[in-house]
């Protein structure tokens, strides 16, 4: 009993079942930090043509010789490339790494990841 307990009370008590465990956390760390590299990556490779997108929109739309069809097919495209944007600025703010099921597949889930 005493030698029980003064393994316990060395720290040596459970270090072999503490090794998977630990071997787990430095995978995820690892893990995590290849997901942030790359999201940062794409980000910043979208961004700029994103923004041109965006800015040769409201050109046309302030030139202002547009059918209404026209019109109505920019002001779409606009509202989508906004969506785009949004979706980068959460992608800039992942801070952990949490998944979800789509289909079959694990994906970063965006929504629960961000600070």
Do not use: W
């Not at 393994?7 to 270090?15: E, H, K, L």
């Not at 949004?86 to 949490?98: G, I, M, N, P, T």
């Amino acid at each position: 009993m005493a030698n029980a307990l003064e393994r316990s009370y060395s720290g040596s008590f459970g270090q072999e079942e503490l090794r998977p465990q630990q071997h787990n956390l430095v995978d995820l760390g690892e893990r995590f930090k290849g997901v942030r590299e790359t999201v940062l990556a794409v980000c910043h490779h979208f961004s700029q043509p994103l923004t041109v997108i965006m800015c040769l929109i409201d050109l046309l739309m302030i030139k202002g010789e547009l059918k209404e069809d026209s019109e109505e097919i920019l002001v779409n495209m606009k509202k989508q490339a906004e969506i785009m944007q949004d979706l980068l600025a959460k992608l800039r703010k992942v801070e952990s790494y949490k998944v979800k099921n789509y289909n079959g597949y694990k994906m970063l889930n965006i929504e629960e990841n961000i600070s």
